[in-house]
Nanobody, 130 residues
Framework: QVQLVESGGGTVQPGGSLRLSCAAS????????MGWFRQAPGKDRQFVAT???????????YYADSVKGRFTIARDIAGNTVSLQMNSLKPEDTAVYYC????????????????????WGQGTQVTVSL
């Protein structure tokens, strides 16, 4: 049984930082996309950042425009853990953050689509507030 377990959410003031981690178990995802999405109240789940395997232990990283330059995604060398370092957080970053993994080697044009991810974590709340 595949499980994605997130950790690291919490409450932080604007301008602060948080680090999210997600560990996968039940199958190997080293050659497949793993990333992060988020969902704010009353809104659809949206893409945040993801990684695509390009060979060996190398991954290409993709970011939503709204988080570029502030968030950094990383995979561990074994490929079954993905982290999200979030800096310069803004109130509009407040959401439930979900780890996601795909069983398909997605191409760049489809890698940010929620429907292309088969496995999801339970979500972790991130709140940015004074």
């Amino acid at each position: 049984q595949v499980q994605l377990v997130e950790s690291g959410g919490g409450t932080v003031q604007p301008g602060g930082s948080l680090r999210l981690s997600c560990a996968a178990s039940g199958r190997a995802f080293s050659n497949y996309p793993m990333g992060w999405f988020r969902q704010a109240p009353g809104k659809d789940r949206q893409f945040v950042a993801t990684t695509r395997w390009i060979g060996g232990s190398a991954y290409t990283k993709y970011y939503a425009d709204s988080v570029k330059g502030r968030f950094t995604i990383a995979r561990d060398i074994a490929g079954n853990t993905v982290s999200l370092q979030m800096n310069s957080l803004k109130p509009e970053d407040t959401a439930v953050y979900y780890c996601a993994a795909s069983s398909t080697r997605l191409i760049a044009s489809t890698i940010s689509k929620t429907e292309n991810y088969d496995f999801w974590g339970q979500g972790t709340q991130v709140t940015v507030s004074l």
